[in-house]
Structure formats: structure tokens, C-alpha cells
């Protein structure tokens, strides 16, 4: 079984690679961009057992808070 | 208007960082995790005479193939 886990950055947290990205597509003459924001998309792949087990949802978000997100500057979501 | 795009490896390239991860998160405990792999997720904010132009998708699917993929090495994913 395959989940996702969306990890972004917070809405009050500047993000410059963001920005470097907004203004890289200005200059390669896209208009109308108004913001760029960069998050993570981590793809889990689990064994079966795993997968079947009850509780996989909630075991995510602790994979999540732990180690794939900063939650001081970081939001996630977990996709089962 | 907020479009998407998911950057992820193609599925013949390695991925170290998401090894890193696997490994990081059988360390921590997390059991039956076979893999991960880490992409991109890019949302771009377009103003609103941008996003009710025709061909909104196609000028995106441009964006990502000249600046937001190495289209080399990734595939790309569009989200109006």
C-alpha cells in the first residue's frame, strides 16, 4: 500500500526558494504568477500487514511529526 | 486561483533521500515501511486574469517542463 504524506511549509513562514521560483518564471516570461510556496510530497510504501493493521492513519502522523516535518514551521497531511 | 505541481522522481532514478528516510524511520521504530521516495509539491497562485485565460493547464505543464522538473530525471503531475 502506498500513502502520502504532504508536508508544506506554514502559511506565516516565508519561503524563499518560493520566491526565487516566482521570480525565475517572471523572467522566463510567465505572468501572473502572484506566489510560489515549495512543500515535500513523501511517498511511503508499506507491507501488507502494515497496511491492514487498524491504527495505520494515526502511525503516519507520528512518521510525520517525528521525522518527515518540522512542526514548528511545517503543516502535514497524511493521505492513506 | 491556486494550481498544484507534484514533482516525483521517474520511477528508474534512485532516490537517496528518500533511503535516508526509510532507514531513519526503521531507527525510530516505524515497522514495515519497504519505501520512500520524495518529490516536490509546488503551488503556484496565479491572479485571476491568468487563471481564466484558456489554456491555463498547458502554460503550468510548460512552467514545469522548462523550470520546475528536470524533465531528464522527473515527471511532473499539473493540478488546476
Request: glycine residues 8%.
Amino acid at each position: 500500500m502506498k500513502a502520502t504524506v504532504v508536508v508544506t511549509l506554514k502559511p506565516e513562514v516565508l519561503d524563499p526558494q518560493g520566491d526565487a521560483v516566482r521570480r525565475a518564471l517572471e523572467k522566463l516570461g510567465f505572468q501572473g504568477v502572484k506566489g510560489v510556496r515549495v512543500g515535500k510530497l513523501i511517498e511511503i510504501e508499506l507491507d501488507d500487514a502494515q497496511a491492514r493493521a487498524p491504527g495505520v492513519a494515526d502511525k503516519l502522523r507520528k512518521m510525520a511529526d517525528e521525522l518527515l516535518a518540522n512542526p514548528v514551521i511545517e503543516d502535514f497531511d497524511v493521505k492513506v
